[in-house]
């Protein structure tokens, strides 16, 4: 119904490379709390995976949102949080605003690299003191003739250890309201910038998380996205980009989950019977696949307002928060149904766990999904 001989080529495209150059290394990007991502990224741009939407002169593909939605579900079946998490980076969260509002520099200097796999961004927004406030950032880039000046820090910045770049929103201006601030892309070569500590986070394991300083770091006006002032303007379009990521990742992984609970409980036998007998234990699957499939298709209703041209923040809110809460329900519940063996670490039901709680506090809480959506309904 809704894809084509296209979309199934790089379904099986994009699938053969998760089974091949991803999951058989999860373990090990996991233990070691890092993936090698200039190594991977450059094997997805090989491929014309790093840019499905974007302008094929800066070495996209020039698709539309059903081959994005492909693409972001066939992520989903990667057997962790972490390393997808690190390719949304740059596909829908660091470069989007490049792409959109961007510079013809910039593009060529930064999206394009990116794209190609040549280059690792990072997105620059939370602070020790601003996380879902965005309005409430301090660190600063003071206009000194050709260059911005940044002093600050920011936090729970994914990619950022091994990053080439990052989509930094600063503080550009003192006047109240959200016509303050501006997008910058800050290299991370660029003396001043440091990578003050990597992150130990209870999640995201091969994801690395750092918390990053700006310390009179200069870089050229030039590499100012957009107008300035308006940054978070674009930041806010940008998050909905993010946020739509989450979702075709969340409800594929929560089948996966599902699937991964009913091998185990086919096996598993208790009182002389295997666990899947018990009917309390089916219900409750039952239930849980009904709300996986409402997620996708309420994410397949956004591809369609999205092909039209139509504003779908309302949408994206409500799916942001309906994944996060249906994410720790599924993995919540089947780890239930693996009983002792899934509070071992060696479970991948445990890593499933783990890394589910991040989605109702990453991109946007839960708390603020509800007060988007509140606003737009009018009270």
């Known amino acids: 119904m809704y894809f084509n001989e296209d979309h199934n080529a790089l379904r099986q495209m994009v699938k ?96 394009k690299p990116a794209v190609t796999g040549d280059m690792v961004a990072a997105v620059g927004i939370t602070e020790p003191g601003a996380g879902s406030d965005v309005a409430a950032l301090q660190t600063r880039a003071r206009r000194d003739g050709d260059y911005y000046v940044i002093n600050g820090s920011k936090l729970f910045i994914t990619n950022g250890c091994l990053a080439d770049y990052v989509t930094l929103l600063a503080r550009t201006g003192d006047k109240p309201g959200y016509h303050s601030f501006s997008l910058i892309v800050v290299p991370t070569k660029t003396p001043g910038f440091v990578v003050s500590k990597k992150l130990d986070k209870m999640g995201l394991r091969s994801s690395d998380t750092a918390e990053l300083f700006f310390d009179d770091l200069r870089v050229p006006v030039e590499n100012l996205i957009g107008e300035e002032g308006e940054g978070f ?57 009904t709300d996986i499939e ?35 329900k599924v993995t919540d519940e089947c780890l239930q149904m693996f009983g002792g063996m899934g509070y071992m670490n060696e479970s991948l039901i445990t890593r499933y766990y783990r890394d589910a709680r991040l989605l109702s506090i990453g991109g946007g809480a839960d708390e603020v999904m509800s007060e988007i959506i509140g606003r737009l309904e009018g009270f």
């Open 16 to 111: 053969k490379f998760v089974d091949k150059e991803i999951n058989p290394h999860v373990d090990q990007w996991e233990a070691q709390g890092e993936t090698p991502l200039h190594d991977l990224f450059k094997k997805m741009g090989d491929l014309g995976l790093l840019g499905i939407r974007y302008d094929p002169k800066y070495g996209g593909q020039g698709l539309d949102y059903w081959f994005d939605l492909v693409f972001l579900e066939e992520l989903g079946h990667i057997k962790c949080s972490g390393v997808p998490t690190a390719i949304g980076v740059q596909t829908h969260m660091a470069t989007p605003a490049i792409h959109d509002v961007g510079s013809e520099y910039l593009k060529e200097t930064f999206l």
């Open 233 to 289: 303007i674009y930041q806010m379009k940008q998050f909905q980009h993010e946020r739509f990521f989450a979702l075709p990742v969340s409800y594929v992984a929560a089948r996966d989950v599902i699937d991964l609970t009913v091998d185990y409980i086919k096996q598993r036998i208790v009182f002389g019977k295997p666990l899947i007998t018990k009917q309390v234990l089916r219900h409750r699957l039952v239930d849980l696949i």
């Open 294 to 328: 409402s997620l996708k298709q309420l994410t397949y209703h956004m591809v369609r307002m999205k092909m039209e041209g139509l504003d779908v923040t309302r949408e994206v809110s409500m799916g942001k928060l309906l994944a996060g809460r249906l994410m720790r």
